[in-house]
């Protein structure tokens, strides 16, 4: 069966960088565009950034350009998130996302506090 399995999530201070991870089976990996969404306590889900199948192409919302960072390693089923100069607003829950087919993963919490 289908499975997107983040990882790397947690707790960091203001400044500081973490790298999420998310895991996918069941699937045609590499041809699907794959997502990074979040979700903050009471509000929407919000795009994050996006990359293309072969990873030729990436997207960002304005509020983390310059700061994340997506790819992916088709050869291990893997996308990642590298997030640099974290800030508070940027605690949420991070969601992978397929594209092809409209899965998602279970989510992992990034906590950005003092």
């Known amino acids: 069966q289908v499975q997107l399995v983040e990882s790397g999530g947690g707790l960091v201070q203001p400044g500081g960088s973490l790298r999420v991870s998310c895991a996918a089976s069941g699937f045609t990996f590499s041809r699907s565009t794959m997502n990074w969404y979040r979700q903050a306590p009471g509000k929407e889900r919000e795009l994050v950034a996006g990359?293309?199948?072969?990873?030729?192409?990436?997207n960002y919302a304005d509020s983390v350009k310059g700061r994340f960072t997506i790819s992916r390693d088709n050869a291990k089923n893997t996308v990642y998130l590298q997030m640099n100069s974290l800030k508070p607003e940027d605690t949420a829950v991070y969601y992978c996302?397929?594209?092809?087919?409209?899965?998602w993963g279970q989510g992992t919490q990034v906590t950005v506090s003092s």
């Open positions: 996302n397929a594209r092809l087919g409209g899965y």
């Open positions: 990359i293309s199948s072969a990873g030729s192409y990436t």
